[in-house]
Each structure stands twice: as C-alpha cells, then as structure tokens.
C-alpha cells in the first residue's frame, strides 16, 4: 500500500491557527464540490457561472480583511493564505484568478482608499459577490509602463479610452479604473469606481486565451463616460501611487496562488507515480523522478518561506516591495518548472484534457506575465537594492 503523502507542508508554521484550518477545510469542501467537478466543462465553454459568485461571497471568501461594518470578516492576511492555498482544490486557474482579482485587488483598495459613501455603495455588494468588480490599469499599447497610461478624464468627467486584458470585465458591474487626470506621466494618473452601466461604456470582445479559459479576459472601450466626481477613489492624481501599493497585495496574492499550484501539481503527480508502472516498478521509484521531485519540494518550502516572510511584513504594516516582489519573481518562475515536470510525468495523459494536470499546466504559464511580469519583478528588486 502506498504511503500517505503529506497534503500541505508540515508543521508547525506558527502564523495558522484553528480558525484558519476551519477556512481551509470550508474553502477546500467548496471547491471540491462545486467547482473541480466542472473545471474542464467549464474551460470547454470559456465561462464559469457567475452564481459561483455569490456562493463564494456567501461563504465568506471576498470579505476576509473586509470591515463587518461592510460585511467582511476583519481578519488577516494569514487567513487570506489559509484561502487561496486552499483554492488550489479548485484545480481551475480560471475561477482562482477571477475570485482573486474580487477578494485581494479590487475590493481591498476600496477600503483602503474609499470615503465613507463609496464604501457603502460597493463593498456590501462587492462581498457578497453580487457585484463582480475588475482592474482596469492595462491597455492595448502596454501594461508594464503603468505611467503610460492614455485613458483620460477630462475635468469635467469625461472619461474616454480603451483598456486590454481586463478579468472580469465582460461581466463586471464596476471597475476599478485608472485615468489620465493629468500630462504629468506619474503625476497625471487617478483612480475613478466606474459603473458599467453608464453610457458609453461597451465590452469589445473577450479575449481568446491559451489558459485560464474559462476566466473573462476584456477588451473595453470608454466613449465619453460621464463619471460623476463622488466616484475619484482616493486622492487625484495620486493613482499611479495608488495603483503601486496596491500591486502588493495583488502580487503577494499571485505568489500565493503559484505555491498553492505548485504543491498541489506535486502531489497530483507523485500520487501518479506511485500507480502508474513502467518495466515493472512505479516510476515514483526511479531515481531520475525521486531526485527531481526532492528538488523541487525543496524549492517549493524555499518558497514558502519567501513568501509568508514578505506576508508576514504586509501583514504587519510594514513596507515589503522588496520581500513581494522577490516572492512573485520566485514561486512564479518556479511554477514553471515544477508544473512541466509534474505533467511531464503523466506521459501521455498529461496531454490529454482528462486530467487536470494539462489545464494547470496552461493556467500557470500566466504567472509570469500577469500582475506584473518577472522582468519588472527584477527591476524592482534592483532598484530595491540599488543595484
Ligand atoms: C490573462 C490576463 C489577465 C490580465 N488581467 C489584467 C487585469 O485584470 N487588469 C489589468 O490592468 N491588466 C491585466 N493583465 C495585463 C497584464 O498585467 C499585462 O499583460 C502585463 O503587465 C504585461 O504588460 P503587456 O502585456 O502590455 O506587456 P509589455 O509591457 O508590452 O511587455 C512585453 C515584454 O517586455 C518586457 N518588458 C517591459 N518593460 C521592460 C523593462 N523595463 N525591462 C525589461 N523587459 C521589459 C516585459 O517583461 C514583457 O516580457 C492581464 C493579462 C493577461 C494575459
């Protein structure tokens, strides 16, 4: 009989405690029930139900580091982990990222920068997940030179532009949005809560991917939205700033998110390795895959560390550019290599759409492009590090 192999690092990681557990245990229950056994339809079709939605809200998993007063749990970035780790159990990169982009990138920034009105306009709603949010700072002529940005407002709130590669934003009811509120490149940028029902406002198309299939990715275009001025989020001209501190969360939430596929991919293909025989032994046993999985469990823990260091620092308020974006430089590269090996070892299988090991394979190569790509992770660092 095969061994039992250990289902998440061991412990003890001081940082979790009881109350964590139960929201692994909850998340990994949804996920096993209601998304896992559709994750390959549902990449078929290009769309999850937008009800999943509003199951995970009520779950509870889009307010965790939400006020109660908005409907959120006020917890930490700790129990944030003990979530998307367990999303893994999802095995659809697709849902993941969507309830990723509502959790960790635009709600968060609302309570963070919102007046009191905003607040209680968007983030009741946004929690329970019957508004789905999206952020809109990318376009058609780049998305690494933030600063670039072209979208504009004009002083009377006027909004008019185009914005790529945007999840959710087929079906979002409003967008975080950056703007050009000024000619100044950095100093010219601002956040607005756009409504997708204002006038003007039309989703191009969604775009065709090679992973991630079943997430929305949008083109959208803003004829002469008339935003009203209550709805700038946080200070004008302050969004490209704005925009950077949000990035935190968002990267340390992706590193989260390729640990969690990393340790899940592993387990998935020593399990298959241990059934699947060639000339007469499982292939788990030959040295090659015993040496390559050791090397790479011991880059996952290396990971691991790294990136509950940098959350460890975010959750305690204190300045970790440097420890985030180190986090996603890693655990993202690494996902590369330790998600081809895992599909590598399910042969032919792993080729096939039977398996999930192939759509993890697609669904991780975005790791490193979105949320910042690793060739700007490494200018960050360097410029951390005054290189
Ligand atoms: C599936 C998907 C979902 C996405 N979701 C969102 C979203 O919800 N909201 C949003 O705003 N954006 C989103 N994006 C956009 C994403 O953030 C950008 O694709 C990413 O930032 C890179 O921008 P780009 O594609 O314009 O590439 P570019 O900026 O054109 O870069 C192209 C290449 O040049 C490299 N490069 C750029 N600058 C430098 C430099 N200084 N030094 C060295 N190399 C450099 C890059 O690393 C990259 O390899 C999404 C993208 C995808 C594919």
Known sequence: MQAQLRETAPPPFPYFTEEHELIRQTVK???QEEIAPHAAEWDSRGEFPRDLFRKAGGLGLFGIRIDPKWGGSGLDWWSTAAYIESMRHSESGSVNMAFMVQSDITIPVIQEL???????????????GEWIGALAVSEPGGGSDVAAIKTSARMDGVVSGQKLWITNGCRADFIVLAVR???EAHKGISLVLFPTKT?????GKKLSKIGNLASDTAELFFDECRVPKRLVLGESNKGFYHIMRNFQGERLAA?????????????????????RQAFGIPIRKYQVWRHRFAEHLTGIEAGRWLVYRALDLVNRGQRAVREVSMAKLYTSELSQKVVYDCMQIFGGFGYTTEYPIGRMWRDARLSTIGAGTSEIMKEIIAKEEKI
């Open 114 to 128: 919102g007046t009191e009105e905003q607040k209680q306009e968007f983030l009741p709603p946004a929690v329970r």
């Open 199 to 203: 006038p003007g406002f039309s989703v």
């Open 255 to 275: 590193a989260l998110g390729s640990l969690a596929t990393m340790d899940y991919a592993i387990r998935k293909a020593l399990d298959y390795g241990a059934e």
């Open 29 to 31: 229950r949804f996920c």
């Open 181 to 183: 509120t000024g000619p």
